[in-house]
């Protein structure tokens, strides 16, 4: 194929076309996705449209089959490698990480079987009409609040090999005190578990915000993972601290578990206050 002026402009305007789609792709990439195939349309219109002048002009700048077959599969690879490159990457990637979907699928499936092992397990903790909780000597102070509510859930986290930790936040009506308690008892927390920004992913003003806000955290560290949540109760404010090994993960749904026994421990303890109290003073 000889070099004419007619080659040049007919390359030049596939260049032109390829040049701006690929600018609106880096521009903005969810246009460019969602109007791909109006602009792949526009490349072979326009294609079919210089081609037909210059045919119509007798100055088409191809004259053999084999360069026309040449011509026609290079425009077809710059279809597939500059318009059709998002979704043969995405082909690419699935099929490379088909191993890792099938392994991420079974650890599914096992995560499912625990968690159900876990809601059963706080289905058998919660307390029966027929067989009552039995409280010794509660006198609602702090200590007996803490002794009873951590042997509760301590039901629930032996049983996975979970350990758990409480402190203690003051509580007070105004806003500003008691998100500092908060922070001093996170300070505590930081200091017996050796917890550092880059370990759980956020500074301690986001920290304090997040636990103030009622949330809980996550953090994975490489010998062990914790989850770290509030509860705030009819009767006292904690921040719990729940550790696992590496062989076991503890995650925000068992902070969800345990946030449910602690909501049933208070209502219970609301609903057995007086008989408590008169029993305490006997």
């Given at each position: 194929m000889a070099v004419t002026v007619y080659n040049v402009i007919f390359l030049l305007v596939l260049l032109v076309g390829i040049s701006f789609s690929i600018g609106l792709y880096i521009w903005n990439r969810e246009f460019y996705l969602r109007h791909r195939m109006g602009i792949r349309k526009i490349y072979y219109g326009s294609i079919v449209i210089v081609g037909s002048i210059l045919w119509a002009f007798n100055v088409f700048p191809v004259n053999e089959t084999k360069e026309l077959l040449a011509l026609v599969i290079g425009m077809v690879l710059i279809d597939l490698f500059?318009?059709?490159?998002?979704?043969?990457?995405?082909?690419?990637?699935?099929?490379?990480?088909?191993?890792?979907?099938?392994?991420?699928?079974?650890?599914?499936?096992?995560?499912?079987i625990e968690l159900s092992e876990k809601l059963i397990k706080v289905n058998e903790t919660m307390p029966k009409s027929m067989v009552p909780w039995q409280v010794d000597d509660f006198d609602f102070s702090f200590e007996k609040y803490e002794e009873f509510v951590l042997s509760y859930l301590q039901t629930f986290t032996s049983t996975f090999d979970l350990d758990l930790f409480a402190y203690y936040v003051e509580s007070s009506v105004e806003n500003d005190v008691f998100v500092s308690n908060i922070e001093f008892a996170y300070e505590k927390i930081r200091k017996d578990h050796d917890f550092t920004i880059r370990g759980?992913?956020?500074?301690?003003?986001?920290?304090?915000?997040?636990?103030?806000?009622?949330?809980?955290i996550e953090i994975v560290s490489k010998d062990s993972s914790y989850v770290l949540f509030p509860y705030f109760g009819e009767y006292y404010n904690l921040l719990f601290v729940v550790s696992s090994k590496k062989t076991t993960d503890v995650?925000?749904?068992?902070?969800?578990?345990?946030?449910?026994?602690?909501?049933?421990?208070?209502?219970?303890?609301?609903?057995?206050e007086d008989e408590l109290l008169v029993e305490t003073s006997s």
């Open positions: 500059v318009f059709q490159t998002p979704d043969i990457t995405k082909f690419m990637s699935n099929e490379f990480k088909q191993e890792e979907l099938v392994q991420t699928i079974n650890k599914n499936r096992g995560t499912f759980v992913g956020m500074r301690k003003r986001q920290v304090i915000q997040t636990l103030a806000g009622g949330e809980n995650t925000g749904a068992d902070a969800s578990l345990l946030l449910n026994m602690l909501y049933t421990v208070d209502a219970w303890l609301k609903w057995k």
